[in-house]
């Protein structure tokens, strides 16, 4: 079965930085695009950030360009939120989500599979 | 940005009732438009890609319709469990956006 982990998330101070994970495990991980979603409290769904199949290209959403970084290791099955210069309206519970198609560039492609999500509070 | 704008943002029914919710898109964006259910305190569950494709294991009373701007999610013989919020997605071009999410309430 497909699974999606998160961790890393807790209660940071503005200005700070945290480091979200995304262990996977049941399918090729190094075939798919991943993503970061992010819903602050009693609000929509934002996507946040993506990173292709092939590694090689990543998107940001406006919102938070310059500051967050996705990353991944094919070798952990794991992809990487780095998270500075954070600001109160961070605050939300960040989800992974795969995009369903293996080597795709994400266009066109829903989101089929996705964690439980973990906390993140940016509060002086 | 593409936006896209639900309505109705909150609708109160009763259970065997038909749910009927709009997805506008603010230019067209072919049929890449998906839709998920998230129930309190989950995660979002994908219910229809593509604007009507079915995903196996979700109930036949979920469907969907429409392509370019406007887009339906259709929930037939409403019951307790589809209490939840709808959102839908676009994946046609960069950034990918949400709707603002429809709240079914069971009456």
């Known amino acids: 079965d497909v699974q999606l982990l998160e961790s890393g998330g807790g209660l940071v101070q503005p200005g700070g930085s945290l480091r979200l994970s995304c262990a996977a495990s049941?399918?090729?991980?190094?075939?798919?695009?991943m993503n970061w979603v992010r819903q602050a409290p009693g609000k929509g769904l934002e996507w946040v950030a993506t990173f292709t199949s092939d590694r090689a290209r990543t998107h940001y959403a406006d919102s938070v360009k310059g500051r967050f970084t996705i990353s991944g290791d094919n070798s952990k099955n794991t992809v990487y939120l780095q998270m500075n210069s954070l600001r109160v309206e961070d605050t939300a519970r960040y989800y992974c989500?795969?995009?369903?198609?293996?080597?795709?560039?994400?266009?066109?492609?829903?989101?089929?599979?996705w964690g439980q999500g973990t906390q993140v509070t940016v509060s002086s | 940005e593409i936006v896209l704008t639900q309505s109705p943002d909150f609708q109160s029914v009763t259970p065997n009732d038909k749910v009927t919710i709009t997805c506008r898109a603010s230019q067209s964006i072919g049929t890449s438009l998906h839709w998920y259910q998230q129930k309190p305190d989950q995660s979002p569950k994908l219910l229809i890609k593509?604007?009507?494709q079915s995903i196996s294991g979700v109930p036949s009373r979920f469907s969907g319709s429409g392509s370019g701007t406007e887009f339906t999610l259709i929930i037939n013989s409403l019951e307790a469990e589809d209490a939840a919020t709808y959102y839908c997605h676009q994946s046609s071009g960069l950034p990918q956006t949400f709707g603002q999410g429809t709240k079914v309430e069971i009456k």
């Open positions: 049941g399918f090729s991980f190094a075939n798919y695009g």
């Open positions: 593509y604007a009507s």
């Open positions: 989500a795969r995009w369903s198609k293996p080597y795709s560039d994400g266009f066109g492609v829903e989101f089929d599979y």
